[in-house]
Nanobody, 123 residues
Framework: QVQLVESGGGLVQAGGSLRLSCAASGRTFSRYAMGWFRQAPGKERECVATIRWSGGTTYYADSVKGRFTISRDNAKNTVYLQMNSLKPEDTAVYYC????????????????WGQGTQVTVSS
């Protein structure tokens, strides 16, 4: 079992940056693959980025490649999403997810979810 708590969301102008954090409870955080997903109003939840257990393998959605960076600090039980060059279309609720056996981009593969943090990018 793992509990996830996101933070770092807020309102930012287009072109700005934010860093999201996801703090995980539990002593086996390093055994979980982690993902960041987002959901805009009226849209399905989509994968933004994922990172495997060791942090050596990452995945990014095409829409965020070159702008977002996912990383993890297993000693702090925390995964991060650095978001640069933000665009209005990045506006969404961002969710952190974790799973012990799945590390892909489908939201259906993740068993554990945080409550989400709102990111709003103004034009």
């Amino acid at each position: 079992q793992v509990q996830l708590v996101e933070s770092g969301g807020g309102l930012v102008q287009a072109g700005g940056s934010l860093r999201l954090s996801c703090a995980a409870s539990g002593r086996t955080f390093s055994r979980y693959a982690m993902g960041w997903f987002r959901q805009a109003p009226g849209k399905e939840r989509e994968c933004v980025a994922t990172i495997r257990w060791s942090g050596g393998t990452t995945y990014y959605a095409d829409s965020v490649k070159g702008r977002f960076t996912i990383s993890r600090d297993n000693a702090k039980n925390t995964v991060y999403l650095q978001m640069n060059s933000l665009k209005p279309e990045d506006t969404a609720v961002y969710y952190c997810a974790a799973d012990q056996t799945y590390y892909g981009s489908s939201r259906l593969g993740y068993d554990y979810w945080g409550q989400g943090t709102q990111v709003t990018v103004s034009s």
